[in-house]
Antibody, heavy 119, light 110 residues
Framework: EVQLVESGGGLAQPGGSLRLSCAASGFTFSRCAMTWVRQAPGKGLEWVSTVSTSGGSTYYADSVKGRFTISRDNSKNTLYLLMNSLRAEDTAVYYC????????????WGQGTLVTVSS | QSALTQPASVSGSPGQSITISCTGTSSDVGGYNYVSWYQQHPGKAPKLMIYDVTNRPSGVSNRFSGSKSGNTASLTISGLQAEDEADYYCSSYRSKTLYVFGTGTKVTVL
């Protein structure tokens, strides 16, 4: 059974930093691209970032480019999102999602972790 | 990076069929057969319902179907049931960006 478990969310001050983690199990982690998607309170889904299987290629939404860094440790089956220079508008539930092996879609999702940016 | 356009809400009675549209451009929906649809119940994670425009993952009811014409993709739910009441989001591959989501549609079963 595929499982994705996010952690690391919480309260951060504007301008501060947080690092999210996503522990993966039930599939061959190193063979799948991985993605972070966020959802602000009462709002829709927003794609944040994707990392390739090896970690060598990364992609970011304009809204987070230059502030967030996605990475992965295939030896630990774990995905990360380092969030710097946090803003109030980064407040959201952050979901970890597994990219399908072929095609462009997300076939499994974690339950999400809430990040609140406030002073 | 503008989102794909979906109607804010769609409603129907049990047993009826409803269709949700998802409008993009030739750089996303119209240019690639990589449209997917997600169902999200309140407080829950999204669930993949349709991928690559028309394909259903194993375990998803055949009451859900997808299609595309030009820059607009559609999700049809046939034989509407109470459990289908949820938010639905489309997503597409987008050139130069990678992914884009739709604005979301709230489905209400009357």
């Amino acid at each position: 059974e595929v499982q994705l478990v996010e952690s690391g969310g919480g309260l951060a001050q504007p301008g501060g930093s947080l690092r999210l983690s996503c522990a993966a199990s039930g599939f061959t982690f190193s063979r799948c691209a991985m993605t972070w998607v966020r959802q602000a309170p009462g709002k829709g889904l927003e794609w944040v970032s994707t990392v390739s299987t090896s970690g060598g290629s990364t992609y970011y939404a304009d809204s987070v480019k230059g502030r967030f860094t996605i990475s992965r440790d295939n030896s630990k089956n774990t995905l990360y999102l380092l969030m710097n220079s946090l803003r109030a508008e980064d407040t959201a539930v952050y979901y970890c999602a597994k990219d399908a092996r072929d095609g462009y879609n997300f076939d499994y999702w974690g339950q999400g972790t809430l990040v609140t940016v406030s002073s | 990076q503008s989102a794909l356009t979906q109607p804010a809400s769609v409603s129907g009675s049990p047993g009826q069929s409803i269709t949700i549209s998802c409008t993009g451009t030739s750089s996303d929906v119209g240019g690639y057969n990589y449209v997917s649809w997600y169902q999200q119940h309140p407080g829950k994670a999204p669930k993949l319902m349709i991928y690559d425009v028309t394909n259903r993952p194993s375990g998803v009811s055949n009451r859900f179907s997808g299609s595309k014409s030009g820059n607009t993709a559609s999700l049809t739910i046939s034989g509407l049931q109470a459990e289908d009441e949820a938010d639905y989001y489309c997503s597409s591959y987008r050139s130069k960006t990678l992914y884009v989501f739709g604005t979301g549609t709230k489905v209400t079963v009357l």
